[in-house]
Antibody, heavy 117, light 107 residues
Framework: EVQLVESGGVVVQPGGSLRLSCAAS????????MHWVRQSPGKGLEWVSL????????YYADFVQGRFTISRDNSKNSLYLQMTSLRTEDAALYYC??????????WGQGTLVTVSS | EIVLTQSPDFLSVAPNEKVVVTCRAS??????LHWYQQKPDQAPKLLIK???QSISGVPSRFGGSGSETDFTLTINSLKAEDAATYYC?????????FGGGTKVEIK
């Protein structure tokens, strides 16, 4: 059974930084593209970033370019999202998700990021 | 960026009735369109992949159709546990995008 467990979400001030982590199990982690997707409270789903199986390819939504960095450690079955220069509009539940090619099949339960002074 | 427009935004449907949700893409995406179900306080769950391909463990009352720019999610014989928000998602052109969601309420 695929399991994706996110962590690292906290309350942070505008302009602050944060690193989210996702621990993966139940599948061959280094064989899959991985994604971060976010959802603001009461709102829809918003794709954030993806990373290929070998970290050779990364893509970002325009709204996070230059502020967020996606990475992975296949030896630890872990996915990360380094977030800097956080804005109030970045406040959301951040989901780690397993890729189906560039599509998404399995999702974690999310970790909540609050940006507030 | 590909914009996915879902309609309607909200549906209130009696049990055992049929539900049809549409998703229109702003440009052709072939069959790279997927449907998710999200229940309150839960993560999304993949229902249909590549427009019409079924997913193991998903009830057969859920079906998908369409190609290029027009897609449909059909729920036959709606059950109480189908109350949720449904999202479409395209995976062929970056940035990846989602539809705005369709909330289905059980009458």
């Amino acid at each position: 059974e695929v399991q994706l467990v996110e962590s690292g979400g906290v309350v942070v001030q505008p302009g602050g930084s944060l690193r989210l982590s996702c621990a993966a199990s139940g599948f061959t982690f280094d064989g899959y593209t991985m994604h971060w997707v976010r959802q603001s409270p009461g709102k829809g789903l918003e794709w954030v970033s993806l990373i290929s199986w070998d970290a050779g390819i990364t893509y970002y939504a325009d709204f996070v370019q230059g502020r967020f960095t996606i990475s992975r450690d296949n030896s630890k079955n872990s996915l990360y999202l380094q977030m800097t220069s956080l804005r109030t509009e970045d406040a959301a539940l951040y989901y780690c998700a397993k890729g189906l090619g560039f599509a998404i099949d399995d999702w974690g339960q999310g970790t909540l990021v609050t940006v507030s002074s | 960026e590909i914009v996915l427009t879902q309609s309607p935004d909200f549906l209130s449907v009696a049990p055992n009735e049929k539900v049809v949700v549409t998703c229109r893409a702003s440009q052709s995406i072939g069959s790279s369109l997927h449907w998710y179900q999200q229940k309150p306080d839960q993560a999304p769950k993949l229902l249909i992949k590549f427009a019409s391909q079924s997913i193991s463990g998903v009830p057969s009352r859920f079906g998908g159709s369409g190609s290029e720019t027009d897609f449909t999610l059909t729920i036959n014989s709606l059950k109480a546990e189908d109350a949720a928000t449904y999202y479409c998602h395209q995976s062929i052109i970056l940035p990846l995008t989602f539809g705005g969601g369709t909330k289905v309420e059980i009458k």
